[in-house]
């Protein structure tokens, strides 16, 4: 058994126009996807995806307007999104810890960061002040913060971004979890910075064998660092598997294309295109939600694509790729 | 940066503020179609009187030449002296400021204990049925007049149901004005444990403070609701909640970031306020600054117009840098490096 | 029920688009109601009125309300009622041209002082520091009381010291957009400063500025009201909502309570409409507020 096992997750925006008529935005179709113990999931595609909502629908942190309408979450056997807001509150920032995007904002600013390194264990444990304190200073280290005595007394306005991001790292380990979902850990950085923060992370994670979610729209990343990943389209996984598979043979159409338009890619073959706007959510199509920018999409394409294993752990939502394999 | 670089910074920001008010001032009396020398000598004084006063008013000299010296009399708080009460201005001002400043700080008070936490209820659940309620009344809190508030409070609470005493001052006849220290009637009198004056006195404070404090809350509860929201859909509130700290500890990081924001607003209120006390006390004849202020505008007493002006801006002067040294001590982000 | 749904359906658009808005912000549904009434009876004053404005009957002074003076009668023996109704006049009348007039000063200054900068902006920031560290009641007050009492004068005070508030608005939308690519694109084409402020400019700058025109035009009747209250602006016996209250003010304490309470009623009324307009037209025009089903 997975520590992390979604399953047929669907998550609604429920909003009302100007003229007050409801309006829902089927943001996720059906996402099922597993993360193993001390296992490295990349989750991939374009903005609107569903790869950050995914995320926060499985810790219960959806805005007003976004609501799981369907789906199970099983964390190491028990279902996030049945338990009860206090249950579900204990596991963020224990058992379950998020790394955002915008480290700046994210840290309360009118707190020292050790102050608040201090916080989050004693939200989740009993721990004397003076543990709490030396374990801070100790993470502050281990993320490689230099001086982290000194820096601990550091208010947030004055780390640099890589800095902050870096103390988000600290605050996601300091409670010793077992999954981190990171998303888009490095969206907002220097790009010489990204390289060692994702350095800084994935090695931390895999020291202590964490599971971990990688929510990004950089391949490379996924590449780089993932063993697993799971491209996205329209609320729906349209392909997952191992790294290595999908990289080498990926199945999906969609996934060969956003393969083919990596810089590397490009500089081979010359571009391809990925080309379209993101499906309008309000009105899915029928069948598959890709086939109107599909370069390989035929007439079945309008019914419900089927899930087909294509080898060992990789499958893939396409009838393009049925036709060419067993339908599971 | 150390802190008395800061505040002589912020002090000297003040004062290109203060002189655009003082020129504002200056003009006002000038560009009316009285002239105060007319109004001063009276309608039966000859040229050569009118010539006399002319020159010893000193408007006989250049514009430029009048505000220099206007400005020189400023700096050496010399305002010159009130046609109506033959006091210097600044005597009049300090004599009734305290009386405006204790119906507008008890309001504030009142209005801000009801107004803040109603705004941060407000903003728990918004559009929710405490927040349209609260939003209609903060609305009407802002439609209804003073003046007109305060005549329905005398109707119903004095004349109809006889609970308010006449609304004719800040004490009764029939007790005896305490000795000067506060300059406030009512904490005078218990300073002197003089209990007839202190009910006379307080009885008094009742309906204008309350009155007072409605129109005193109605933008505090709009204020207070919408920094809320805004800390509420912050980037740190939201990750505080990803850290599963718990839902108690949540709103306080929530309370503790909307706090220096709050305070801000409903210092940077009193100014407005001291300026819109003045029509509670002309309605109830309170003797304050702002009915004297009042008073001065109707009857172009053009010395103490200008003073009442300048007093209001050198007081919101004073209320904007005392909030800055607020807030540099609860904000380390502002840490002395504005 | 088919019927209902039948004449639904073949309703124009637009009719259901404004039920629609009713139902999105009842706030601005209630302020349009009251506001719009206030207009007709503003229009059609000698229609509805039973007496003229300033039609006195020296033998029936403060009469109580009754059949023939539904509010009561004045202290001039003028009918309270006819007043009440006569003054929608004045509160729009003073309204109307104040807003536009802030609209017309303070809208150019806030185009030109965010897109240029500069001087401009220099100037602008230190006028919009000095207008609102002050209060604007006794600006108000002391520019009318020195310039003399006419309905012109108020308008014109109470339009410039608003204006600043309208180019403050302005000001920081342009600062948002103006390096934004339709901007640029507008310049590189060639188009003159003024083509680029009033064409490209003006129509994403405005937007900003729209709900705070009901919330300013609620000041405006306030304030005018507040001047004619103190006695400078307009004087008795012009039907001015004001004016009537400090006539009505001295008999309070005699309980002849209606010569004040109706036109501050009134009063009231028309500050929370345009208040309620404008807190509505907040919530339809902010996207973010439009989200959240509820």
């Known amino acids: 058994m997975s520590l992390l096992e979604v399953e047929n997750l669907h998550t609604h925006f429920i909003t009302r126009d100007l003229g007050n008529r409801i309006r829902v935005a089927t943001a996720l179709n059906g996402v099922s996807f597993a993360v193993g113990e001390g296992e490295v999931v990349g989750i991939v595609g374009e903005t609107g995806a569903g790869k950050s909502l995914t995320a926060m629908s499985v810790i219960g942190l959806l805005p007003p307007a976004a609501k799981v309408v369907a789906g199970t979450a099983r964390f190491a056997g028990d279902d996030l999104l049945a338990m009860s807001p206090a249950t579900l509150n204990r596991l963020r920032g224990d058992q379950i810890t998020l790394i955002v995007q915008s480290p700046k904002t994210s840290l309360d600013p009118l707190k020292r960061i050790g102050d608040q390194l201090v916080r989050i264990q004693k939200a989740h444990r009993a721990v004397s002040d003076d543990e709490a304190r030396r374990n801070a200073v100790e993470m502050l280290a281990t993320v490689g913060i230099p001086d982290p005595e000194q820096r601990a007394r550091a208010w947030p306005h004055e780390l640099s971004g890589g800095m902050a991001q870096r103390v988000l790292i600290a605050m996601a380990l300091v409670n010793g979890p077992r999954l981190l979902i990171a998303d888009e850990p490095t969206t907002g950085l220097d790009v010489t910075v990204q390289a060692q923060i994702l350095d800084l992370l994935m090695e931390l994670v895999q020291a202590r064998r964490l599971a971990a979610m990688i929510i990004t729209h950089d391949l490379g990343i996924v590449a780089h660092y993932c063993h697993r990943m799971a491209v996205m389209f329209a609320g729906r996984i349209v392909e997952q598997g191992k790294v290595a598979d999908i990289f080498k043979r990926p199945a999906h159409p969609y996934t060969k294309a956003l393969i083919a338009s990596t810089p590397k890619q490009i500089a081979a073959r010359g571009y391809a295109k990925v080309g379209g706007l993101p499906p309008n959510l309000y009105a899915l199509p029928s069948g598959c939600h890709y086939r109107d920018r599909c370069p390989e999409a035929e007439a079945a394409c309008t019914t419900e694509p089927p899930l087909v294993t294509v080898r060992d752990g990789q499958r893939a939502l396409c009838h393009v790729v049925a036709r060419g394999t067993r339908v599971q | 940066m150390t802190l008395r670089q800061f505040l002589l910074r912020r002090v000297l920001l003040v004062i290109p503020i203060l002189f655009g008010i003082t020129f504002i001032t200056f003009m006002l009396v000038r560009v009316g179609d009285r002239d105060p020398v007319a109004m001063l000598a009276g309608p039966l004084a000859d040229r050569q009187t009118l010539a006399t006063l002319r020159t010893e008013m000193g408007l006989d000299r250049s514009f430029w030449e009048q505000f220099a010296i206007y400005v020189g009399k400023l700096i050496q708080l010399d305002f010159g002296k009130s046609w109506e009460s033959n006091n210097p201005v600044i005597v009049d001002i300090a004599n009734r400021l305290p009386a405006s400043l204790e119906l507008l700080l008890i309001a504030m008070l009142i209005g801000a204990a009801v107004g803040i936490p109603v705004g941060l209820r407000s903003a728990q659940r918004p559009n929710g049925a405490f927040d349209q309620a609260a939003r209609f009344v903060s609305l009407l809190g802002f439609s209804v007049p003073t003046y007109w508030f305060a005549l329905m409070g005398i109707f119903i609470f004095f004349f109809k149901l006889g609970w308010a005493p006449p609304p004719m001052g800040r004490i009764g006849l029939d007790a005896i004005p305490p000795p000067d220290v506060t300059g406030s009637y009512f904490i005078d009198s218990l300073l002197v444990a003089d209990w007839s004056a202190v009910h006379s006195s307080g009885t008094r404070l009742v309906l204008p403070v309350l009155i007072f404090s409605v129109i005193v809350a109605a933008p505090i509860i709009k204020h207070t609701r919408a920094i809320a929201l805004e800390v509420l859909s912050s980037d740190y509130i939201r990750y505080a909640r990803a850290s599963g700290l718990s839902p108690f500890t949540v709103r306080r990081i929530a309370l503790r970031n909307a706090f220096t924001p709050v305070l801000t607003f409903v210092a940077s209120e009193l100014t407005g306020l001291l300026a819109a006390v003045s029509l509670l006390e002309f309605i109830f004849a309170w003797g304050g600054m702002g009915q004297w202020g009042l008073n001065a505008i109707l009857n172009s007493d053009f010395a103490a117009v200008q003073g009442y002006v300048l007093t209001l801006a050198l007081f919101s002067a004073v209320i904007y840098v005392m909030v800055d040294i607020a807030v540099l001590m609860l904000e380390p982000r502002s840490a002395l490096k504005a | ?294």
Request: aromatic fraction near 10%; proline fraction near 6%; glycine fraction near 10%.
């Open chain 3, 1 to 294: 029920m088919t019927a209902v749904a039948t004449t639904e359906a073949t309703r124009p658009r637009i009719g259901s688009r404004l039920l629609g808005v009713i139902r999105r912000s009842p706030t601005f549904a209630v302020g349009f109601t009251i506001v719009g009434s206030f207009a007709v009876l503003a229009i059609l004053a000698p229609l509805i009125a039973p007496f003229g404005a300033i039609e006195a009957y020296p033998f029936e002074v403060l009469r109580s309300p009754d059949g023939k003076y539904l509010f009561g009668s004045d202290g001039n023996g003028m009918d309270v009622f006819s007043r009440v109704i006569y003054g929608a006049q004045y509160a729009f009348g003073i309204a109307v041209p104040a807003a536009i007039l802030m609209l017309l000063i303070g809208v150019p200054f806030g185009l030109y002082a965010g897109y240029v900068g500069g001087l401009t902006d220099e100037i602008l920031l230190r006028i919009m520091d000095v207008v609102r560290s002050f209060p604007s009641i006794v600006l108000a007050l002391a520019v009318v009381a020195a310039t003399g009492q006419s309905v012109v004068n108020v308008v014109l005070v109470i339009g410039l010291l608003d204006s600043p508030i309208f180019a403050r608005i302005v000001r920081s939308e342009v600062l948002a957009l103006r390096s934004s690519p339709f901007v640029e694109a507008a310049v590189a084409a060639g188009n003159p400063t003024w083509r680029i402020l009033f064409v490209h400019l003006l129509p994403n700058a405005i937007r900003g500025a729209t709900a705070l025109i009901a919330v300013r035009m609620a000041w405006a009747v306030r304030i005018s009201a507040t001047l004619a209250f103190i006695g400078v602006g307009i004087q008795p016996p012009t039907p001015e909502w004001g004016a009537m209250i400090r006539q009505g003010a001295e008999y309070i304490i005699s309980g002849e309570w209606w010569v004040a309470t109706f036109p501050g009623l009134a009063l009231v009324g028309v500050v929370l409409g345009f208040n309620l307009l404008g807190d509505g037209l907040q919530d339809l025009l902010d996207p973010k507020r439009r989200t959240a089903a509820r």
